[in-house]
């Protein structure tokens, strides 16, 4: 959002926009493919209006440099969440790591539903951020299972990049590629990170050549491990061609040295391979690598960097998020930020927050990148925020059609209005689940992604609202019909003595 001049006493102001058609005053960026139609624009800004325009260098497109976006996506238990436990952890967000099933009871902090720290597993999107070596990051955690797949559809549309996390043991999975066709959907730059190399079975390399194969990426490897498994002691990195150990109990103590004697035959032909791969789309590149000239690290790095961004590349990183052993210190991936036109009046916004999973800090005022809350606006999820300055809106979101049903009614007739106020509300947040009334039966129908997805539903019924519900299938009223043609001749005879009398039917 752009700053506009503060008067004596600052105030929230929120604008909306219902336009019937969007038109575009540049061409699309090729880094997003804009989908026009009906539309609803918001806007927020705090001060006054009236200056909005006589701002020529927006005090926010500095910053817009030093800041990313970036969501974590996989199948479920790759190590999205223990991996964005263990960043927040190290740029001094959080001052305690506890796991995703600890035994304290507590829970990793991006799990902050207590359905999420029973079962596991994430089940919605969690916005944090935090600040390394100069950058404000961005970090949205979204959920690994398919049940709660549109989670991920509504993060990718606002990210400038992402992680992609792999199992060194699993490889690629399901929902692996699931989330990656999304990513490719909404043409989002990301990077790969093989997981849990310190578990049995773990290899790096087969997991690479999946990517290759099975996700059809173009990409390689920036760094090494030293060693596998229970041997797993830190990594090289082919950039820098330097070596990270990682000392103490869980990693947290990182130390730089030169790469081993046994590894340089290795590290050199993955460094080769890295630089020839990256050349294929990076014509710089490709042209020192032809000409033999030797090349730096900045340069490799510089072009990385640039066939990342332009989606011709995926750097895969590799590491521990249990052991604290990853080293994520290239430069991150970033897209242009896009915004949608806004006119008419504007209203009062009571609180602006930012989000840390489930706790807020309240801000003043918020620009362009950032992520944010709002109180007392009558929006909904899809909604775009600008400063009204450009005509674009955010992509439409792809939403699955439900694959199951189930019937629920409340075991008490006075919980009707809490029943209806919690199907309402869950509709409103999450577009894959469904609720409608058969006409026929009376009852009432959800329905969404899985068994998983309805039981989480039902159970948020009982513990936020106080509901108890029963659910069961759905009724099916069966009817016969005539379906098609068929031959007869019925001979009746009836004989009651004398005479006898019969009918024949013929058709």
């Not at 082919?238 to 990693?251: D, E, I, M, N, R």
């Not at 604290?324 to 009062?348: D, E, Q």
């Not at 894959?432 to 539903?457: A, K, N």
Request: charged content about 25%; proline content about 4%; glycine content about 8%.
């Amino acid at each position: 959002m752009a700053r506009f001049s503060r008067s004596t006493a600052p105030r929230l102001l929120y604008r909306f926009y219902v336009s019937p058609k969007a038109t575009l005053s540049s061409p699309p960026s090729p880094t997003s493919a804009l989908l026009l139609g009906n539309f609803e624009v918001r806007q927020f800004s705090t001060g006054n209006l009236a200056r909005a325009n006589e701002e020529k260098e927006p005090w926010w497109k500095e910053s817009m440099e030093k800041l990313r976006n970036i969501g974590i996506s996989a199948h479920i238990d790759s190590g999205k969440t223990t991996l964005t436990e263990r960043i927040l952890y190290y740029t001094g967000r959080i001052h305690e790591i506890h796991e995703v099933r600890g035994k304290d009871g507590v829970g990793a902090k991006m799990d902050s539903m207590d359905l999420e720290r029973e079962k596991g597993i994430t089940i919605q999107s969690a916005a944090t951020y935090c600040t390394w070596n100069g950058y404000q990051i961005n970090i949205i955690d979204t959920p690994g299972h398919v049940d709660f797949t549109i989670e991920v559809e509504r993060a990718l549309r606002v990210l400038d990049g992402a992680i992609l996390v792999l199992c060194s043991v699993g490889g690629v999975q399901s929902q692996s590629i699931t989330v990656d066709r999304q990513m490719r959907r909404y043409e989002v730059p990301r990077v790969a990170f093989i997981n849990k190399l310190d578990r049995m079975g773990a290899d790096p390399w087969k997991v690479l050549n999946q990517a290759r194969s099975k996700l059809r990426h173009h990409s390689a490897a920036v760094q090494v491990p030293i060693g596998l498994e229970e041997d797993f002691q830190g990594l090289v990195d082919l950039v820098k061609l330097k070596a990270y150990y990682f000392h103490g109990s869980s990693g947290e103590k990182v130390v730089t040295a030169e790469i081993p004697a046994n590894m340089e035959t290795l590290v050199a032909e993955k460094r080769h391979e890295l630089i020839e791969i990256v050349s294929e789309v990076d014509d710089k590149l490709a042209e020192a690598f032809l000409s033999d000239e030797p090349i730096s690290s900045a340069d490799l790095e510089e072009a990385i960097r640039r066939a990342t961004v332009a989606r011709k590349f995926i750097p895969v990183f590799m590491g521990s998020a249990f052991k604290n052993k990853t080293s994520f210190n290239h430069a991150l991936v970033i897209l242009p930020f896009l915004g949608c036109r806004a006119y008419s009046h504007c209203w009062m916004v009571p609180r602006l927050v930012r989000m840390h999973s489930n706790e807020m800090e309240d801000i003043q005022e918020a620009h362009a990148g950032q992520i944010v809350a709002v109180f007392g606006v009558d929006c909904a999820s899809g909604d775009t925020f600008t400063n009204g300055s450009v005509r674009y809106t955010m992509t439409s979101m792809n939403v699955p059609e439900p694959v199951m049903s189930l019937a629920v009614q409340p075991v008490s007739k006075d919980s009707g209005g809490q029943f209806s106020k919690a199907l309402n509300r869950f509709q409103r947040e999450d577009p894959t689940f469904r609720v409608g009334l058969d006409p026929e039966s009376g009852q009432t129908i959800i329905s969404g992604m899985g068994e998983l997805h309805l039981d989480i539903y039902v159970e948020r019924i009982r513990r936020e609202y106080k509901v108890e519900a029963t659910v069961g299938k759905p009724r099916v009223n069966f009817r016969e019909t005539i379906t098609q043609r068929a031959e007869f001749d019925y001979l009746h005879k009836k004989q009651s003595g004398g005479q006898g009398q019969y009918g024949r039917v013929i058709g």
